[in-house]
């Protein structure tokens, strides 16, 4: 008999199993860490927006009347903000569902100009 060096059909099949198993279990992996990607980008923008709002409100020497609540679309999320007195403070709140279609909740809060 000749020696071909070469692999069998059954090797080949095994190794091909093997591959294929590893890419099955990564698919589920890629796709978890892409929706908590997104997530963590949304809840970084709208933790931004919810800080210049507050901003606006903590610098002015106008206060408005408490509670204020609007909704604002950011990078296509939708946000409900609100903010309220507690006691010297002024808190800001969002709430928004993230990519993972979780309601999320955020508040700030901050000291208002004298």
Do not use: D
Not at 22 to 40: C, D, F, G, T, Y
Not at 91 to 104: I, L, S, Y
């Amino acid at each position: 008999m000749k020696n071909n060096k070469g692999f069998t059909l059954i090797e080949t099949i095994v190794a091909t199993s093997l591959v294929m198993m590893v890419i099955v279990s990564l698919i589920p992996a890629v796709n978890i860490l892409s929706k908590e990607r997104m997530s963590l980008q949304q809840k970084r923008s709208i933790s931004n927006e919810l800080h210049s709002e507050l901003q606006s409100y903590v610098w002015t020497n106008r206060h408005p009347r408490l509670p204020i609540h609007f909704v604002k679309e950011i990078k296509g999320v939708r946000a409900v903000f609100s903010f309220t007195a507690e006691r010297e403070l002024l808190k800001g709140c969002v709430t928004w569902t993230n990519a993972q279609k979780r309601e999320e909740k955020l508040c700030l809060y901050g000291y208002p100009a004298k």
